[in-house]
């Protein structure tokens, strides 16, 4: 086995191309190759392709088993496309054979969980469950007061109007250029393998029956123990899907995780990812205000995506469904909106992922020395 752990991911798409696009950052794992299904049409081509960006340099295979000689373990994950459950359980069951260790993300009955784990340990080899289930961050008070902790290091929100808005790309470039500059970041992330890449996955009990209130409470102590704990110099946090209803069809669950993360936990700088439209510059005007208003805090910065809501489908076949665009149409189409008060950045422009890094370091370096004056 090589120094790192050599991983490679099934079924890929454009989910999980900014672990890829980033993966140069994680520590002990090396991300070394990605399969996707020969159906999805996307075999053979470069794993860039998926979400409109630049190209990453590894090519999808169309079958998993192709990427055994290349690596120790495999990760199951979520994809945007169905897969049924079946194939994915053979191609789990052939991993195991070929002597692979297994990393899933994808949710799992506890009898599969166990057949699973039987399997690796037959064969000698590690089964590891990263989903939301395990409350493995799950902070509580040792009595329960209704009583929020200031949090006392710059944070840094990363939201989006609706899923899709390559929020889990801004939380990777921010980190990224963030610890390049010499800072210690923490990080609380969207996705729920994110202790793979060395921070925090969003708890699972923000999505459990448990009151709203308590909700909004645990979390800011959750915030509040990582700031202890982990003495960070800068905290980001991923706000799961969108921060407002689209219509009456597709409510976008309310953006209800993100009022009760912005009453649990005030930033200091905030970024929100639009999906594509040809918007004026009066939408985004109101996109302030909505979100100022409803969440109590300003937006520090845009980000435009290459991805469009495709409102006729989505109505006829009564799901959410978008289209991808190049994202070097993004760099065209954003410069309409170069003049207004808030700048707009497309992140899957690295020159753009630099300065959006930079607009914020000055940001929160501008908020340091009003306070210390």
Known sequence: MSEKERIAVYPYDAQFAPVLRHREHWGKYDFVGAASPPGWGISGKDAGLVDGGDDIDITIAGKIEDLFDRCDTVLFTSSEYELDFGILYAKIKKSIEAGKNILCSIELNKEVENEISKACERMGVYFKHTGLHEEIHYFKTESYKEKLFEIEVPVIFVGGTSDRTHKFEI???LRNKLQNAGYCVSQIGTRNYCELLGFHSFPGFMYSDMSETKKI??????????ELDEKPDVIILGIPGGIMPFSSQFPNHFGILAYEISQAVTPDAAVISTLYEDFTDEYFELLQKSVKYRFGFPISCFNYTNIQFDWTASREQEIKLFSTLDASFIDQKKLKYQNMNVPLFNVLNPGDADKMAEFILD??????EVESF
């Open 171 to 173: 939380q990777l470039s």
């Open 363 to 368: 940001q929160l370096a501008g908020f340091a």
């Open 217 to 226: 409470i645990y979390f800011n102590n959750l915030v509040k123990r990582i």
